[in-house]
């Protein structure tokens, strides 16, 4: 008995070796260099589960240890996932075969997170399509000057808030993400749902759409762990794991709820986006269920709130350290301000290209999600420059390095240094097509990105006028990134003086 016993035991160690030693040679098999370490059950992905890395940067690492080839492999647990590193695999995947790769592989359960898997970032298939094409609509070149007015109306409180806080002092140390959590709630709140977002009061109410938004920004070690979970479907769906908080869900629900109603009661038009949704619903005479409109209205937040803050703060610490770039652009503010008779308008912004020069430079060198996912849906040969080929088999997750790619020496010169006539007119034609990726490429591209450069320009446009920027020693220098965010965000936080000119 105890010999048949025995006998069981080392079939079975026998055939998992086996099941092992197959599934870890995939791409051995099909000649793809491979990234060593593999740890059986959880291949090469210990670094992310530990929390030394987040999946961005993790993927940052693997594509500087790997610089002589245009693609690598490795395993995420048992599954195989395929590294690009060179720009015309990248456009390949992302653009000219998108029909081969248009799922992002990171796509959320519906009962487990019913209103942010409907967002175009999370969904796919006939879902995707319907979401980007509502925020396509809201986010055409037309709305947007319908949003500018609420947009307006919150500079206008950033600019009151700012007084008040320099009424009684020369300078006013702030963590800039605080600061501009505050500016892109108020946008979310009036432009979103036409509501009033108490995010500049200085008593702190329960209702501020900045303490609701706090919640979206925990980066603890656990709120880590389930971030980067997100991106290990096996795992999280045997946990069972939210990416958006419950109480956050109904809360949101809630607000929507709350809007509407007032609406109904009163169909005064507004200049927000829920107005849009309804006026859509109108048009092509297609009913927007509450369920779809709180969807919706999440998908507006999360483009607006956490990226456009995002955005704002490493400009803002980047014109902190650079003074002559900082002075060079509030010229420009200022001049284009003066043009329209002192008052900051749509078109002024519209005509401020050297801030949109910062705005991209600061991207490339920090951009929001320092990487993307797609999946392959249909089988199709990626072939290197280096000779390299690999017959990608549907479902095999492929990664684009999007950080690597903006800082690689080898499309920029001196990456390291902060230089916005990167973008000026003459030399971002030089730019090789496919390493500045900030806003993703192709039928996935940000939906969202017109939307926040309006946000983010006006917000620096309201600062720079009358207001100058100084790093605070509060900041942790050299910067280094959080492990545990699903954003880039410094350790530590950026923080500044911010004074009077």
């Given at each position: ?21 197959k599934?870890?040679?995939?791409w051995?098999?099909?000649?793809i ?20 890395y ?5 993927n ?17 647990l ?9 720009p ?30 409907k ?14 094409k ?45 600061l ?11 432009a979103?749902?036409g ?11 329960p ?13 603890s ?17 045997l946990?069972?794991l ?25 169909p ?16 092509t ?47 420009e503010?200022t ?6 008779e ?17 705005i ?5 060198c ?23 080929k ?23 010169s ?13 030399r ?6 496919m ?11 940000c ?8 946000q ?15 790093l605070?020693n ?8 959080s492990?545990y ?17």
């Amino acid at each position: 008995m105890a010999s048949a016993c025995f006998t069981l035991v080392i079939g079975a160690l026998v055939l998992l070796t086996l099941y092992l030693i197959k599934k870890y040679t995939y791409w051995k098999r099909r000649g793809i260099p491979t990234v060593r370490g593999i740890v059986p059950f959880v291949g090469n992905i210990l670094p992310v589960l530990t929390m030394k890395y987040n999946f961005f940067d993790y993927n940052t690492k693997l594509y500087n240890d790997y610089k002589n080839y245009s693609m690598i492999g490795y395993y995420k647990l048992l599954k195989p996932v395929l590294l690009i590193r060179d720009p015309e695999l990248v456009k390949t995947v992302m653009q000219s075969k998108f029909s081969n790769f248009h799922d992002t592989g990171i796509s959320l359960r519906p009962e487990l997170d019913p209103l942010l898997s409907k967002d175009p970032f999370f969904a796919s298939g006939d879902e995707w399509s319907r979401g980007r094409k509502k925020l396509t609509y809201a986010f055409s070149n037309t709305k947007l000057k319908v949003f500018y007015a609420a947009v307006s109306g919150v500079c206008k409180k950033f600019e009151d808030f700012l007084i008040r806080q320099l009424t009684d002092n020369e300078k006013y140390e702030i963590e800039l993400k605080q600061l501009f959590s505050k500016f892109t709630a108020e946008i979310v709140a009036n432009a979103g749902f036409g509501l009033e977002g108490f995010s500049f009061q200085e008593k702190k109410k329960p209702e501020a759409f900045e303490a609701i938004s706090q919640t979206m920004s925990d980066f603890s070690f656990f709120r880590g762990f389930i971030n980067n979970i997100v991106f290990i479907p096996e795992i999280r769906n045997l946990l069972r794991l939210r990416l958006l908080p419950r109480e956050f869900d109904q809360l949101f629900r809630n607000i929507v709820k709350e809007s509407l109603e007032i609406r109904r009661k009163d169909p005064t038009p507004k200049n927000d986006y829920l107005q849009l949704m309804m006026d859509l619903s109108k048009s092509t005479n297609e009913p927007i269920s509450d369920e779809d409109t709180a969807a919706g209205a999440l998908s507006f937040y999360v483009n607006g709130f956490e990226t456009s803050g995002n955005t704002l703060s490493f400009v803002s610490y980047y014109l902190a350290t650079h003074p002559d770039i900082q002075e060079k652009l509030r010229q420009e503010i200022t001049s284009k301000i003066a043009d329209y008779e002192g008052v900051l308008t749509f078109e002024a912004l519209k005509e401020m290209t050297y801030m949109d020069q910062v705005i991209s430079e600061s991207l490339r060198c920090y951009p929001v999600i320092s990487s993307f996912s797609r999946v392959c849906t249909e089988a199709y040969e990626l072939q290197g420059p280096d000779g390299l080929k690999c017959r990608v088999e549907p479902g095999t997750q492929v990664i684009i390095p999007v950080h690597a790619l903006q800082v690689d020496p080898q499309y920029w010169s001196d990456p390291e240094v902060f230089d916005p006539e990167r973008f000026n007119e003459d030399r971002k034609k030089s730019i090789v097509k496919m390493t500045f990726l900030p806003f993703g490429e192709g039928p996935r591209m940000c939906v969202g990105m017109k939307m926040g450069m309006l946000q983010v320009k006006s917000c620096l446009a309201t600062l720079l006028n009358k207001y100058k920027l100084e790093l605070s020693n509060k900041t942790q220098l050299p910067l280094k990134l959080s492990p545990y965010a699903f954003v880039t965000v410094p350790i530590g936080g950026l923080w500044v003086h911010i004074s009077k000119i």
